[in-house]
T-cell receptor, first 113, second 116 residues
Framework: GQNIDQPTEMTATEGAIVQINCTYQ??????LFWYQQHAGEAPTFLSY????GLEEKGRFSSFLSRSKGYSYLLLKELQMKDSASYLC??????????????FGKGTKLSVIP | GAVVSQHPSWVICKSGTSVKIECRSL??????MFWYRQFPKQSLMLMAT?????????EQGVEKDKFLINHASLTLSTLTVTSAHPEDSSFYIC????????????FGPGTRLTVT
């Protein structure tokens, strides 16, 4: 089966750095996605990692360790608008080509002044 | 690029009626579309996967006769909630995957369904 774990809630201060962790257990692995979702809105794509290492994209970076089944999303220079839920999603290997993402429950990040 | 639209963005219907939600890929061809449901403070739960021109594959526990999915073209998929009940009230989100080798899914803006 598939299992994605991430913290339920986090709070951080404007201007600071926050790291949101995600561990996953999937049958096969084709990559790890991070999405941002503001309340009442659909998720928006942030990053995709399939190889080990750190991918940096502006203020956001994402790290993956396949051997540990572990990823994190790093947000720098936090802004109030970064308050949202951050969804970790793994792409198992189904063998059928359907590419169905398995989502974690999301981490609600609150950025405070 | 890679824009997915949904219509309507919100709908209120009476118990027992049916509601159709449209999902369109505006600037790319979507070989695969996914339908998710999200209850408040919960994560996205995949309901079904549909490939253009073939029957949808439903996740365990999702009634295929209640949630009718049609993926008639490479740019349009529809979800019809038949005989809706208040417990069907939820946020329904579609996503689409294009014909390229990328695994990325592009999400629509979601449809808020309230059944009274």
């Amino acid at each position: 089966g598939q299992n994605i774990d991430q913290p339920t809630e986090m709070t951080a201060t404007e201007g600071a750095i926050v790291q949101i962790n995600c561990t996953y257990q999937t049958s096969g692995f084709n990559g790890l996605f991070w999405y941002q979702q503001h309340a009442g809105e659909a998720p928006t794509f942030l990053s995709y990692n399939v190889l080990d290492g750190l991918e940096e994209k502006g203020r956001f970076s994402s790290f993956l360790s396949r051997s540990k089944g572990y990823s994190y999303l790093l947000l720098k220079e936090l802004q109030m608008k970064d308050s949202a839920s951050y969804l970790c999603a793994a792409l198992p290997y189904s063998g059928a080509g359907s590419y169905q993402l398995t989502f974690g429950k999301g981490t609600k990040l609150s950025v405070i002044p | 690029g890679a824009v997915v639209s949904q219509h309507p963005s919100w709908v209120i219907c009476k118990s027992g009626t049916s509601v159709k939600i449209e999902c369109r890929s505006l600037d790319f061809q979507a070989t695969t579309m996914f339908w998710y449901r999200q209850f408040p403070k919960q994560s996205l739960m995949l309901m079904a996967t549909s490939n253009e021109g073939s029957k949808a594959t439903y996740e365990q526990g999702v009634e295929k006769d209640k949630f009718l999915i049609n993926h008639a073209s490479l740019t349009l998929s529809t979800l019809t909630v038949t005989s809706a009940h208040p417990e069907d009230s939820s946020f329904y989100i579609c996503s689409a995957r294009g014909t390229s080798s990328s695994y990325e899914q592009y999400f629509g803006p979601g449809t808020r369904l309230t059944v009274t």
